[in-house]
């Protein structure tokens, strides 16, 4: 990158550069011309110079100019006003140069705000180009964090800064050397005063901030280093609590902390005792003018009208040379800013931009060999991991690498991914030089996966499909205002020097996963799924989440057949005990009283959890019900059992999970509130108090909690309450609540629940399991299983995918890398996670994929067991980076080498 | 069958006999009240012994595997208790226990059960006396068998 801040900017912005200069120097005609009024006004009009006869009058805006060569020509004689009128007129020039120059103020600024941002957003975007191009190698060094705050928060001043790089020069400076000049023409002596001082300033000030820049480089580096460390304990949170060292960290950051106070504490000590020297100096100035300024109007060598001119262009003075001055500390920080960026982002051997270029089109499949020829590979502490490997893999071959524990195999597998560079030799495709193929050659015909999964915090799908994203492979037609607001885009990112790839654009290259769109791509990643046994963690996913109804229509479209099947299905194998379906009219045993009484799954806050007892209209229903006394009562009763029962436990005890209906934390309050309601008439307590009350009664289940609070007068007064809170639903509480229908779909609620429409009993250990392979296979009946895993793929995956599992991201991994069909398959011990058994499972199923409708690509596969070995065509063996056996699986067990011990 | 009628049955228990009610209530109130049908297994030979049952109604047959096929060697009836050896120690299912008839069982998961042995000295120190009196038993019935034979 360009090494000088004042280059980099002149490169890309001189030309808009150059144009605000000629507006600030345009401007300067009316800012001059507004110093020169005020005299004109005090001497003229006020004063009543040129009106000492009564009824005077003097031409205004007159318009004569004395040219050389023809002599004077007058273009307009000007009005002929009075003293008054002159006064009136001459105000209202004044006013008109106030807007003139606000309006000029207003352009100028607007103007390089803008040209700071695009230069803001260009900056970031080179930054985070050359991050996408940074040699493999760099990230071992690198805290993501730190680059994360260079490119957001180091370079932010910087676009503050462009817009006023060459302007904020020229621009004050002139108003200094106008107002300045505007003195000495009035009077020298004054102006030599202004003049000293000035002076004095540009010499003194920035050598005092010397200090300041030195203070705020190291408030940078301590800054990053910080968020370096935070972003270290994020990502190292379960190290830290697993070795007790969160108090450690505390440290780390309090001292860290403090050495960032200390710098910003000095920073801000000095910032201000530099700016109160610079005011004091500043106001000096009419201090020196008011006394020697009067002495001189005393004296009559200086008329008045002068004196107040001065004194007021003098105003104009201080403020430009702060400025300046202050510009000349923001240019010096934000240069100092811009080189501590660009060490850091100028690294050897920067991978080509050609390498990573745009592809549309599909590149040829790769029908050459993949070869590493006389390859060697150090680690970063220059312990060889291969030593000079020559070996070839055909198009088409499997290949099983085993590797002893030193043994490299790991490092040819990154070699042949491009993510480890090798020290010597090199590794080829055919004749090419791997390296030297451009991305879009090796990123679509070859895949990679390995043990160390990266996930993005997105879908299970984006991320599946992550490995598609190649190229923006159709143009989207944007109509009324989307497509002013994308020629807008296109625009402005051009001119950022951004490029302006549409990212609404389908990017997913459905041909190479062996589809022809969107419809039929899902086979596709069904059958991956399949291949790496993930499909039923998906399934699961799915049945625990609420399904997006706007994407999958089909499933709220066939609720009433699925539950049917489901109600069949149970009576059919005996056992529609497990099961106590919702039925409208009836009390459902299994489900909460909370339950049913709403009878339907709260889709807002007011209705949900805790809510629901203090809602004023829900509130209203018990009691016209002639529910509110009982619930009382029953609550109380609860709360009773609940504190005999858990109050000499400590809060931390597991046994809370089984208490539905208070927290550990909640305990004491409620053995307050049970003392003083004891013996309380129910008529007597506050609504709150209630409502902390019956809200107990809600979480009460009789079969599972067995306190025998449940009559059949109280359900049947219960169903009946739940009629009367749906006749009389207020308008706002509508869409607060779906009511349980069995023949919707109930969109707030997941879609086992759906599917259920009604409660596991909790008396049999084994029903959920039971009842979800029986879902299952009645999904799959009624052909919903596609449906049902494009549910579970909308799955977030958390930060980093830590919302899956170890063993499920390594398999997302595999099937990422399984349904981009590519001719070089490489895997890099990818199922490390799973247990040996799985692991072979998985092995079987991706050969066979890999191997459908007559593909035959080639696959490198580093095992974790050399079992596995025996399902390859070829075995290559490692140990301490050499390449000692290679030959089928029944050759070397035949022979006597290492692969036989390593069996063993 | 309510909490306080658990609790009752669970006072039959000899295990239980000897600790203070408020205890066994919370011991209920954590247990699973689960039912199974006739021929439904409770849990099979081999098994990780996760959890202890007593028995509230109905009755349930212990069979061990044989070469022959398995072998029924005793019956469970209400107010006994099955599988508290596993709970104790990690060992892992000595006999699978099938329901002989409707069954209605009070489950006791293993965690809960040491957590509250822990909690509570008091019931440990009655458990222990329960387990040292049936190992002296088993220890005068071991002499009567090797002193006739």
């Given at each position: 990158m360009e090494p000088s801040l004042a280059r980099y900017i002149w490169t890309h912005t001189r030309k808009q550069q150059l144009w605000i200069l000629m507006i600030v120097v345009l401007s300067m005609i009316p800012y001059f011309m507004s110093f020169n009024l005020p005299k004109l006004i005090v001497n003229g009009p006020i004063q009543g110079g040129g009106f000492e006869q009564p009824g005077a009058t003097q031409p205004f805006m007159r318009l004569n100019y004395n040219l050389p060569f023809i002599g004077e020509i007058q273009f307009f004689s000007g009005f002929q006003l009075d003293r008054k009128e002159t006064l009136f007129a001459l105000s209202l020039v004044f006013l008109l140069l106030v807007i003139v120059n606000g309006l000029f103020k207003l352009y100028i600024n607007t103007y390089k705000g803008r040209l700071g941002e695009r230069m803001l957003?260009?900056?970031?975007?080179?930054?985070?180009?050359?991050?996408?191009?940074?040699?493999?190698?760099?990230?071992?060094?690198?805290?993501?964090?730190e680059v994360a705050t260079m490119v957001k928060d180091e370079v932010e001043p910087l676009g503050g800064f462009i817009g006023d790089a060459f302007l904020q020069p020229v621009l004050l400076g002139g108003q200094a050397l106008t107002a300045m000049l505007f003195i000495m023409v009035q009077n020298f002596w004054l102006g030599m005063i202004?003049?000293?001082?000035?002076?004095?300033?540009?010499?003194?000030?920035?050598?005092?901030?010397?200090?300041?820049?030195?203070?705020?480089?190291?408030?940078?580096?301590?800054a990053r280093a910080l968020s370096g460390r935070v972003g270290e304990i994020v990502d190292g949170i379960g190290a830290v609590h697993v070795h007790d060292t969160s108090n450690y960290e505390r440290a780390d950051i309090?001292?860290?902390?403090?050495?960032?106070?200390?710098?910003?504490?000095?920073?801000?000590?000095?910032?201000f005792m530099v700016k109160f020297l610079n005011n004091f100096l500043a106001q000096v100035t009419p201090f020196l003018f008011y006394m020697v300024g009067g002495y001189l109007v005393i004296q009559g060598r200086l008329d008045v009208g002068q004196l107040v001119a001065v004194i007021g262009a003098y105003k104009d003075l201080p403020g430009p040379m702060k400025e300046l001055i202050d510009w000349d500390q923001d240019r010096q920080d934000v240069q100092v800013k811009y080189q501590q960026v660009v060490e850091q982002f100028t690294?050897?051997?920067?991978?080509?931009?050609?390498?990573?270029?745009?592809?549309?089109?599909?590149?040829?499949?790769?029908?050459?060999?993949?070869?590493?020829?006389?390859?060697?590979?150090?680690?970063?502490?220059?312990?060889?991991?291969?030593?000079?490997?020559?070996?070839?893999?055909?198009?088409?071959?499997?290949?099983?690498?085993?590797?002893?524990?030193?043994?490299?195999?790991?490092?040819?597998?990154?070699?042949?991914?491009?993510?480890?560079?090798?020290?010597?030799?090199?590794?080829?495709?055919?004749?090419?030089?791997?390296?030297?193929?451009?991305?879009?050659?090796?990123?679509?015909?070859?895949?990679?996966?390995?043990s160390d999964v990266f996930l993005f915090q997105a879908s299970l799908r984006d991320n599946l499909l992550y490995g598609l994203k190649h190229a923006p492979l159709t143009s989207v037609t944007y109509d009324g205002a989307a497509a002013d607001q994308h020629r807008w885009s296109i625009a402005e990112a051009r001119r950022s020097g951004n490029p302006d790839l549409d990212i609404h654009s389908d990017w997913i290259?459905?041909?190479?996963?062996?589809?022809?769109?969107?419809?039929?791509?899902?086979?596709?990643?069904?059958?991956?799924?399949?291949?790496?046994?993930?499909?039923?963690?998906?399934?699961?996913?799915?049945?625990?989440?609420?399904?997006?109804?706007?994407?999958?229509?089909?499933?709220?479209?066939?609720?009433?057949?699925?539950?049917?099947?489901?109600?069949?299905?149970?009576?059919?194998?005996?056992?529609?005990?497990?099961?106590?379906?919702?039925?409208?009219?009836?009390?459902?045993?299994?489900?909460?009283?909370?339950q049913n009484l709403l009878f339907g799954?709260?889709?807002?806050?007011?209705?949900?959890?805790?809510?629901?007892?203090?809602?004023?209209?829900?509130?209203?229903?018990?009691?016209?019900?002639?529910?509110?006394?009982?619930?009382?009562?029953?609550?109380?009763?609860?709360?009773?059992?609940?504190?005999?029962?858990?109050?000499?436990?400590?809060?931390?005890?597991?046994?809370?999970?089984?208490?539905?209906?208070?927290?550990?934390?909640?305990?004491?309050?409620?053995?307050?509130?049970?003392?003083?309601?004891?013996?309380?008439?129910?008529?007597?307590?506050?609504?709150?108090?209630?409502?902390?009350?019956?809200?107990?009664?809600?979480?009460?289940?009789?079969?599972?909690?067995?306190?025998?609070?449940?009559?059949?007068?109280?359900?049947?007064?219960?169903?009946?309450?739940?009629?009367?809170?749906?006749?009389?639903?207020?308008?706002?509480?509508?869409?607060?609540?779906?009511?349980?229908?069995?023949?919707?779909?109930?969109?707030a609620a997941t879609v086992m629940d759906n599917v259920l429409f009604g409660r596991v009993g909790t008396n049999h250990p084994d029903a959920p399991d039971r009842i979800r392979s029986i879902v299952y296979d009645i999904l799959d009946e009624l052909g919903l299983y596609a449906e049902l895993l494009d549910v579970g793929l909308d799955f977030n995956v958390g930060s980093g995918g830590r919302r899956l599992t170890g063993g499920q991201r390594q398999k997302l991994d595999v099937a990422r890398a399984l349904l981009k069909r590519p001719d070089f398959l490489i895997l890099n011990r990818p199922l490390s996670a799973l247990d040996q058994r799985m692991q072979n499972k998985v092995l079987r199923n991706v050969l066979e994929e890999a191997r459908r409708d007559g593909h035959s690509p080639a696959i490198v596969w580093v095992v974790t067991n050399p079992a596995m070995a025996a399902m390859f065509d070829r075995v290559i063996v490692f140990d301490s980076g050499q390449l000692v056996e290679d030959g089928t699986h029944e050759s070397l067990l035949a022979g006597n080498g290492i692969f036989k011990e390593l069996l063993s | 069958m309510l909490l306080k009628d658990e609790v009752g049955m669970l006072q039959r228990v000899p295990l239980f006999s000897g600790i203070e009610p408020t205890k066994l209530k919370l011991l209920a109130f954590t247990s699973d009240r689960v039912s199974y049908s006739a021929g439904q297994i409770l849990f099979r030979q081999g098994d990780e012994g996760d959890a202890a049952y007593v028995i509230l109604s109905g009755r349930a047959d212990i069979l061990?595997?044989?070469?022959?096929?398995?072998?029924?060697?005793?019956?469970?009836?209400?107010?006994?208790?099955?599988?508290?050896?596993?709970?104790?120690?990690?060992?892992?299912?000595?006999?699978?226990?099938?329901?002989?008839?409707?069954?209605?069982?009070?489950?006791?998961?293993?965690?809960?059960?040491?957590?509250?042995m822990r909690e509570f000295p008091e019931m440990t120190i009655e458990i222990l006396r329960v387990l040292a009196d049936r190992l002296s038993h088993t220890t005068a019935d071991l002499i009567d068998a090797r002193s006739a034979k």
């Amino acid at each position: 990158m360009e090494p000088s801040l004042a280059r980099y900017i002149w490169t890309h912005t001189r030309k808009q550069q150059l144009w605000i200069l000629m507006i600030v120097v345009l401007s300067m005609i009316p800012y001059f011309m507004s110093f020169n009024l005020p005299k004109l006004i005090v001497n003229g009009p006020i004063q009543g110079g040129g009106f000492e006869q009564p009824g005077a009058t003097q031409p205004f805006m007159r318009l004569n100019y004395n040219l050389p060569f023809i002599g004077e020509i007058q273009f307009f004689s000007g009005f002929q006003l009075d003293r008054k009128e002159t006064l009136f007129a001459l105000s209202l020039v004044f006013l008109l140069l106030v807007i003139v120059n606000g309006l000029f103020k207003l352009y100028i600024n607007t103007y390089k705000g803008r040209l700071g941002e695009r230069m803001l957003r260009r900056i970031r975007f080179d930054l985070v180009d050359r991050v996408l191009r940074f040699p493999p190698l760099y990230f071992k060094r690198v805290k993501s964090a730190e680059v994360a705050t260079m490119v957001k928060d180091e370079v932010e001043p910087l676009g503050g800064f462009i817009g006023d790089a060459f302007l904020q020069p020229v621009l004050l400076g002139g108003q200094a050397l106008t107002a300045m000049l505007f003195i000495m023409v009035q009077n020298f002596w004054l102006g030599m005063i202004a003049a000293v001082i000035v002076a004095i300033q540009i010499v003194l000030i920035p050598r005092m901030r010397r200090r300041l820049i030195v203070l705020g480089r190291q408030r940078q580096l301590t800054a990053r280093a910080l968020s370096g460390r935070v972003g270290e304990i994020v990502d190292g949170i379960g190290a830290v609590h697993v070795h007790d060292t969160s108090n450690y960290e505390r440290a780390d950051i309090a001292a860290r902390l403090g050495l960032i106070f200390k710098i910003r504490f000095d920073l801000y000590q000095w910032k201000f005792m530099v700016k109160f020297l610079n005011n004091f100096l500043a106001q000096v100035t009419p201090f020196l003018f008011y006394m020697v300024g009067g002495y001189l109007v005393i004296q009559g060598r200086l008329d008045v009208g002068q004196l107040v001119a001065v004194i007021g262009a003098y105003k104009d003075l201080p403020g430009p040379m702060k400025e300046l001055i202050d510009w000349d500390q923001d240019r010096q920080d934000v240069q100092v800013k811009y080189q501590q960026v660009v060490e850091q982002f100028t690294v050897e051997g920067l991978i080509a931009p050609r390498i990573g270029a745009l592809t549309i089109d599909d590149p040829d499949p790769m029908t050459n060999p993949l070869s590493a020829i006389s390859l060697s590979i150090a680690d970063d502490g220059g312990a060889m991991l291969l030593d000079r490997i020559s070996l070839q893999v055909k198009p088409g071959e499997t290949v099983a690498l085993v590797s002893t524990a030193t043994g490299g195999a790991e490092a040819l597998a990154e070699a042949f991914a491009r993510l480890n560079r090798p020290d010597s030799g090199r590794v080829a495709s055919g004749a090419d030089d791997l390296l030297e193929l451009p991305e879009a050659v090796t990123g679509r015909r070859m895949s990679y996966a390995s043990s160390d999964v990266f996930l993005f915090q997105a879908s299970l799908r984006d991320n599946l499909l992550y490995g598609l994203k190649h190229a923006p492979l159709t143009s989207v037609t944007y109509d009324g205002a989307a497509a002013d607001q994308h020629r807008w885009s296109i625009a402005e990112a051009r001119r950022s020097g951004n490029p302006d790839l549409d990212i609404h654009s389908d990017w997913i290259n459905y041909a190479s996963a062996g589809a022809t769109g969107p419809h039929d791509l899902f086979e596709a990643v069904r059958r991956v799924l399949d291949a790496v046994v993930l499909s039923r963690d998906i399934l699961d996913l799915a049945l625990r989440s609420s399904a997006d109804l706007t994407r999958h229509t089909e499933l709220a479209r066939r609720i009433v057949e699925l539950r049917a099947a489901l109600r069949t299905r149970l009576e059919h194998e005996g056992l529609s005990g497990l099961v106590v379906p919702f039925e409208p009219g009836a009390y459902n045993k299994e489900a909460t009283i909370g339950q049913n009484l709403l009878f339907g799954a709260a889709a807002g806050p007011e209705l949900a959890d805790k809510a629901l007892a203090a809602n004023p209209y829900f509130v209203s229903v018990l009691r016209q019900a002639g529910l509110d006394r009982t619930l009382y009562e029953m609550g109380m009763e609860i709360a009773e059992q609940a504190i005999e029962l858990f109050a000499d436990l400590p809060p931390d005890h597991q046994f809370f999970q089984q208490l539905a209906f208070m927290s550990a934390e909640e305990i004491p309050a409620y053995e307050t509130l049970l003392q003083r309601l004891k013996n309380r008439p129910h008529e007597a307590v506050s609504e709150s108090d209630r409502a902390m009350i019956v809200t107990l009664s809600f979480a009460y289940i009789e079969p599972r909690h067995r306190f025998g609070l449940l009559s059949d007068e109280l359900m049947s007064k219960i169903v009946a309450a739940r009629n009367r809170f749906y006749e009389n639903l207020p308008p706002e509480l509508q869409n607060a609540v779906e009511r349980y229908d069995p023949a919707k779909y109930i969109a707030a609620a997941t879609v086992m629940d759906n599917v259920l429409f009604g409660r596991v009993g909790t008396n049999h250990p084994d029903a959920p399991d039971r009842i979800r392979s029986i879902v299952y296979d009645i999904l799959d009946e009624l052909g919903l299983y596609a449906e049902l895993l494009d549910v579970g793929l909308d799955f977030n995956v958390g930060s980093g995918g830590r919302r899956l599992t170890g063993g499920q991201r390594q398999k997302l991994d595999v099937a990422r890398a399984l349904l981009k069909r590519p001719d070089f398959l490489i895997l890099n011990r990818p199922l490390s996670a799973l247990d040996q058994r799985m692991q072979n499972k998985v092995l079987r199923n991706v050969l066979e994929e890999a191997r459908r409708d007559g593909h035959s690509p080639a696959i490198v596969w580093v095992v974790t067991n050399p079992a596995m070995a025996a399902m390859f065509d070829r075995v290559i063996v490692f140990d301490s980076g050499q390449l000692v056996e290679d030959g089928t699986h029944e050759s070397l067990l035949a022979g006597n080498g290492i692969f036989k011990e390593l069996l063993s | 069958m309510l909490l306080k009628d658990e609790v009752g049955m669970l006072q039959r228990v000899p295990l239980f006999s000897g600790i203070e009610p408020t205890k066994l209530k919370l011991l209920a109130f954590t247990s699973d009240r689960v039912s199974y049908s006739a021929g439904q297994i409770l849990f099979r030979q081999g098994d990780e012994g996760d959890a202890a049952y007593v028995i509230l109604s109905g009755r349930a047959d212990i069979l061990v595997d044989s070469d022959s096929g398995p072998i029924k060697v005793a019956e469970l009836v209400p107010n006994s208790i099955v599988g508290e050896i596993a709970i104790l120690c990690n060992s892992s299912r000595t006999a699978t226990v099938r329901a002989a008839s409707p069954l209605e069982a009070l489950r006791i998961r293993k965690d809960h059960f040491l957590r509250l042995m822990r909690e509570f000295p008091e019931m440990t120190i009655e458990i222990l006396r329960v387990l040292a009196d049936r190992l002296s038993h088993t220890t005068a019935d071991l002499i009567d068998a090797r002193s006739a034979k």
